[in-house]
């Protein structure tokens, strides 16, 4: 995921006010561009992290110790 600022996501979609942008934004999507671009992040880590095989080791030996 990209950490492309607000602003020039805003001027590549060819608006020039970023409080424009982020209202318009936040009536189409329920939550503000910032809010939305973070949520993605998290989502775009944890999907990996639960490919990883290291993150399935950790795992495995947690479970093994709360057990």
């Known amino acids: 995921m ?7 996501i805003a001027f590549q979609t060819g608006v020039s ?8 934004f936040k009536q189409l999507e329920g939550v503000t561009p910032k809010s939305y ?18 993150f399935g080791a950790l ?3 947690y479970i093994k110790i709360k057990s």
């Open 17 to 24: 006010d970023t409080n424009y942008f982020t209202r318009i």
């Open 37 to 54: 671009q973070d949520r993605m992040v998290m989502r775009s880590f944890s999907n990996n992290i639960k490919k990883s095989p290291i």
């Open 59 to 61: 795992l495995k030996k």
């Open 2 to 8: 990209s950490q492309t600022g607000i602003k020039e």
